[in-house]
């Protein structure tokens, strides 16, 4: 009898033993999936709300980062990139030599992301954004193509992406201000533009606001 209470005795704490381990790893996996969703929330991403906004964005946009589309051949010829120029000289002189040192198919969907330097005369808080969303200047009359006006899109898909990449690695808590870049020289319809802006995923701790300016 004895022997057998010793057996019975034994399969109980047995039974018990593992049970305890069930529930150990049962809870550690628990754990392990709310790791998971946490960092998933840590991680979780915006995209860009777009707000319309009446007025000159060069005069509104203060504490703002401002954003244009750029060619890749170092010109703010016209439209909006020469009022840049003539407004903050040194932040154009500074893309022009950026676009000398690179060639166009470097710059391509990429972002020049320019604050003040004080060693060109940039001394006030201005931080502009060049989104390179064409290789070449429009040159005369011509007509951009339908297939000149997807590379635009997809160029400003990823400049964007550029773009906050290099916000929040300076941490750079700004909201973006900006004209309806692409639709005047780049020929690209704006609704085109703004659905290429909004699908880009914004990183948490940056501003998902962007403000498009328009003259009434």
């Given at each position: 009898m004895a022997s057998k209470r010793k057996s019975h005795d034994s399969e109980q704490h047995f039974a018990s033993t593992a049970n305890n381990i069930k529930r150990t790893k049962h809870d550690?996996?628990?754990?392990?999936?709310?790791e998971q969703c946490s960092t998933k929330e840590d991680a979780r991403v915006n995209n860009a709300h777009i707000e319309y906004?009446?007025?000159?964005?060069?005069?509104?946009?203060?504490?703002?980062?401002?954003?244009?589309?750029?060619?890749?051949?170092?010109?703010?010829?016209?439209?909006?990139?020469?009022?840049?120029?003539?407004?903050?000289?040194?932040h154009c002189k500074r893309y022009q030599i950026f676009c000398k040192t690179h060639?166009?198919?470097?710059?391509?969907?990429?972002?020049?992301?320019?604050?003040?330097?004080?060693?060109?005369?940039?001394?006030?808080?201005v931080w502009i954004?060049?989104?390179?969303?064409?290789?070449?200047?429009?040159?005369?009359?011509?007509?951009?193509?339908?297939?000149?006006a997807n590379g635009v899109v997809?160029?400003?898909?990823?400049?964007?992406?550029?773009?906050?990449?290099q916000m929040q690695a300076q941490n750079l808590n700004r909201s973006l201000a900006m004209p309806k870049i692409n639709s005047g020289l780049f020929q690209t319809p704006w609704q085109r533009t703004a659905d290429a802006l909004q699908s880009v995923p914004v990183p948490k701790g940056i501003p998902s606001l962007v403000q498009v300016f328009e003259i009434d």
């Open positions: 550690k996996m628990e754990e392990g999936a709310a906004v009446t007025g000159d964005v060069l005069e509104a946009a203060q504490g703002s980062v401002i954003v244009h589309s750029c060619n890749c051949e170092g010109s703010w010829g016209k439209g909006f990139a020469k009022a840049l120029r003539l407004k903050y000289p040194g060639k166009p198919a470097q710059l391509l969907g990429k972002c020049l992301l320019l604050g003040p330097a004080e060693d060109v005369g940039d001394v006030q808080d954004a060049c989104l390179f969303t064409r290789k070449n200047i429009f040159r005369g009359s011509t007509k951009a193509t339908s297939q000149a997809d160029a400003t898909k990823t400049s964007m992406s550029d773009l906050y990449r």
